[in-house]
């Protein structure tokens, strides 16, 4: 009987390093070269949607294709492990000057509050 615990408890160690070594790759930041000056606002209606890579850098995946690397000052804690964010501006802007709030699930509360970096356009690297 023990025999066949010792397979099952390897098994499922295994599984979850594996599982945690695939959250670290998925936050893994891409490659990317600039693409012109970094800008202060990014217009929000233009943002199709957002990628964490890890608790300090977003990319905004913009319509028409831009992408803007956007690499926050410091830290924001569980950003990279939730990797999901909210924002409150009173203009159509999201700016460098804005505020993100990590949004944590379940069930879905506010978690840290970090300021944002400024908007850097990137060409990200083809993946292999």
Do not use: W
Not at 3 to 23: D, G, H, N, V
Not at 27 to 54: E, K, L
Not at 60 to 67: A, D, E, L, N
Not at 75 to 99: A, H, K, M, W
Request: with cysteine; charged share 20%; glycine share 6%.
């Amino acid at each position: 009987m023990m025999r066949a615990i010792l397979p099952l408890a390897a098994l499922a160690l295994m599984t979850s390093a594996s599982a945690l070594a695939a959250k670290t790759d998925r936050n893994a930041v891409p490659a990317a070269t600039p693409d012109g000056p970094a800008i202060d606002c990014v217009q929000i209606s233009a943002i199709r949607d957002t990628r964490v890579h890890g608790d300090k850098v977003i990319d905004f995946h913009m319509r028409g294709g831009k992408v803007y690397r956007n690499e926050l000052p410091y830290q924001c804690s569980s950003l990279g492990f939730e990797e999901r964010f909210s924002y409150q501006t009173s203009i159509n802007r999201l700016c460098s000057v804005d505020v993100i709030t990590v949004l944590r699930n379940p069930p879905l509360t506010q978690g840290p509050s970090c300021g944002l970096g400024k908007f850097q356009p990137v060409k990200l690297a083809r993946k292999k």
